[in-house]
């Protein structure tokens, strides 16, 4: 793609045609128009008292600050707004808070998605004796 069909300038984000800075500036109602269709259902149907806990509190809070004390939540099922952009969350992961940053890329996601609850398993090598084939050990 070359770039005499992009928009927008080069290096600076956009969501849907909208810069950050206009993406903040509008009403949710604005915003739940832009999002993909499973987070638009989910504020339309009505955030829940929590989720509207967790909105007032991002709004509040200041971008530095939100980094020496962030906000945590256990709300996974949270689409990231343009009013989260900037500021530190920690996520719940069933075990533990784990630190998420909100970055402008994150709009339209959830905030479970950036937590993984799953640990990735790493196996070692088979020892002495795991397979039929490793009990024959030759003498020389």
């Given at each position: 793609?070359?770039?005499?069909?992009?928009?927008?300038?080069?290096?600076?984000?956009?969501?849907?045609?909208?810069?950050?800075?206009?993406?903040?500036?509008?009403?949710?109602?604005?915003?739940?128009?832009?999002?993909?269709?499973?987070?638009?259902?989910?504020?339309?149907?009505?955030?829940?008292?929590?989720?509207?806990?967790?909105?007032?509190?991002?709004?509040?809070?200041?971008?530095?600050?939100?980094?020496?004390?962030?906000?945590?939540?256990?709300?996974?099922?949270?689409?990231?707004?343009?009013?989260?952009?900037?500021?530190?969350?920690?996520?719940?992961?069933?075990?533990?808070?784990?630190?998420?940053?909100?970055?402008?890329?994150?709009?339209?996601?959830?905030?479970?998605?950036?937590?993984?609850?799953?640990?990735?398993v790493e196996h070692?090598?088979?020892?002495?004796?795991?397979?039929?084939?490793?009990?024959?050990?030759?003498?020389?």
């Amino acid at each position: 793609m070359s770039s005499e069909y992009r928009t927008g300038r080069e290096g600076e984000f956009t969501y849907r045609g909208h810069t950050l800075d206009e993406l903040q500036e509008l009403s949710l109602d604005e915003v739940v128009e832009l999002l993909p269709a499973r987070q638009r259902r989910t504020i339309e149907r009505g955030l829940t008292v929590q989720q509207e806990k967790l909105l007032e509190k991002a709004s509040e809070a200041d971008p530095q600050e939100s980094a020496n004390d962030p906000i945590r939540t256990h709300l996974r099922d949270m689409p990231v707004l343009p009013a989260f952009v900037e500021k530190t969350f920690e996520v719940y992961n069933g075990q533990s808070f784990e630190r998420v940053r909100v970055e402008p890329e994150m709009i339209g996601h959830y905030l479970g998605e950036f937590q993984l609850t799953r640990n990735s398993v790493e196996h070692g090598q088979a020892g002495i004796g795991a397979t039929r084939s490793s009990k024959f050990v030759p003498l020389k």
